[in-house]
């Protein structure tokens, strides 16, 4: 069974980055899968930001994209996203998500709070 694991700093001031982890257990992060960053503001819906696939192929929202990177430690079995130029906007729970056809895992998110 796999797990997944996020963690991050918390709090962050604006025009700082989020530099958020996600460890992964119970399965290697290079066979087979899609791993997703997917947050989800107070009191709004989820947002899709990204994945990094097996092959190390990443994808991110064109919303975010100029702000956005995704990457992976293939050694530690661990996705990495980071989010640059943050505003309070950008507080929220931070979940990292298994993809292949369907979600078939989520951590269970790390908040992340931005104000000064």
């Known amino acids: 069974q796999v797990q997944l694991q996020e963690s991050g700093p918390g709090l962050v001031k604006p025009s700082q980055t989020i530099s958020l982890t996600c460890t992964v257990s119970g399965g290697s992060i290079s066979t087979g899968y899609c791993y997703n960053w997917i947050r989800q503001p107070p009191g709004k819906g989820l947002e899709w930001m990204g994945f990094?696939?097996?092959?190390?192929?990443?994808v991110s929202n064109p919303s975010l994209k100029s702000r956005t990177s995704i990457s992976r430690d293939t050694s530690k079995n661990q996705v990495s996203l980071q989010l640059s130029s943050v505003t309070p906007e950008d507080t929220a729970v931070y979940y990292c998500?298994?993809?292949?056809?369907?979600?078939?895992?989520w951590g269970q998110g790390t908040q992340v709070t931005v104000s000064s």
């Open positions: 990094i696939c097996s092959d190390g192929h990443t």
């Open positions: 998500a298994q993809y292949s056809t369907i979600f078939a895992a």
